[in-house]
């Protein structure tokens, strides 16, 4: 473990009077809960809190921390002890996504914390997709306050943007406590909340039936579904590619001339394309035609046959032709 990381736990580390506080404040500084006045707060119930399928969805997240920064010599052990100040998200955000942000390595007081989290969210948020942060399922007043809830919600969210192929534990669901504090008192209603879906990971959304050809199945599946499917496909393109500087942002656009289809079949089966084989710099649609012509054929030499696809559907950007070519190669490498 890194000296920068034994310092940063020595200085930030607080210990609460638990005895103070009945089981829903367990580790909650009351001038934390005060500053809550007024807003409408969730807080997962005790209960809930041994439930197997939350243990699960914290433990695959600590690893995927863990495993993401471990050239940094970091090392999370709790989520709600290790992400409440900023550093693993920052140190997140610039392996994930490169973004470098001038912030402190290590903010010690609560005011320095809060300053940085609000510089790290704004990134964070802006990758995610968030116009509007007031709809977000976190903020930087609950992540500082080692909100469990909030710091899940985020994590999820990271994870099925930068690394949708990673497997969560699906349909893990919590009971909460909706909190109302006011000056009369404390309001308070029953409800659950979702953390995970029922086809939360890329290969749970293709795998419900063999009967009907998958694309298919998830064209007919809602967009945050289809998308997260074209994100881990996305990702295992890019993975695949990075050896030869090459980086795929748009599915339709890049494949629909066959030469980095061609090159990531290569990658893929570990073989050369001769360079005289197919056009490198296509120039019209006859040589683009030609490209995915040889690389449709290719699919077919080494077992994926690709039905029902035309090399003109590939050409003419249908996301359908597309992904089917796409998915049969991710399916077959996926755990390679």
């Given amino acids: 473990m890194s000296q920068v990381w034994i310092a940063r736990r ?25 500053s809550f006045q007024g807003e409408r707060r969730k807080i997962i119930q005790p209960t809930s809190l041994k439930d197997p399928k939350l243990e699960k969805l914290k433990s ?11 050239e940094e010599h970091i090392v999370v052990q709790s989520l709600e002890e290790d992400i409440f100040d900023g550093l693993i998200l920052h140190h997140l955000l610039g392996r994930l996504a490169g973004v470098l942000l001038s912030v402190d390595e290590i903010a010690v007081t609560s005011a320095a914390q809060t300053r940085k989290l609000e510089v790290i969210l704004e990134a964070l948020n802006e990758k995610l997709g968030l116009q509007d942060s007031s709809l977000s399922r976190w903020s930087v007043k609950l992540i500082h306050s080692k909100d469990l809830l909030a710091t899940l919600h985020l994590l999820v969210a990271m994870v099925r943007c930068f690394q949708p192929n990673l497997e969560l534990p699906p349909n893990v669901r919590v009971e909460v406590v909706l909190l109302e504090v006011n000056r009369s008192g404390i309001k308070s209603e029953k409800e659950i909340e979702i953390l995970t879906d029922e086809s939360d990971s890329a290969t749970d959304a293709l795998s419900s039936s063999d009967s009907e050809d998958p694309i298919e199945q998830l ?35 890049q494949f629909s001339d066959g030469v980095i289809l061609l090159l990531l079949i290569g990658q893929l089966e570990g073989f050369f394309v001769p360079l005289y084989d197919f056009n490198i710099t296509p120039v019209n649609a006859t040589e683009m035609l030609q490209n995915v012509t040889v690389a449709l054929d ?14 003109q559907d590939i050409v003419s950007q249908d996301v359908t032709a597309t992904l089917k070519v796409l998915y049969a190669l991710f399916k077959k490498h996926k755990s390679r």
Avoid at 229 to 252: C, W
Avoid at 301 to 310: A, F, K, R
């Fill in 10 to 34: 020595a200085a930030c580390h607080t210990a609460w009077d638990m005895e103070d506080f009945p089981d829903m404040y367990q580790g909650k500084d009351p001038e934390d809960i005060e």
């Fill in 60 to 70: 695959v997240l600590v690893n995927w921390i863990n495993s993401t920064l471990k």
């Fill in 219 to 253: 064209l007919k599946l809602e967009p945050h579904k289809i998308n997260t499917v074209k994100r881990a496909i996305m990702h295992f393109v890019n993975k695949k590619m990075s050896t030869l500087g090459l980086q795929v942002t748009d599915m339709e656009k």
């Fill in 298 to 311: 290719l699919l077919n030499d080494i077992g994926l046959p690709t039905t029902n696809i035309e090399p």
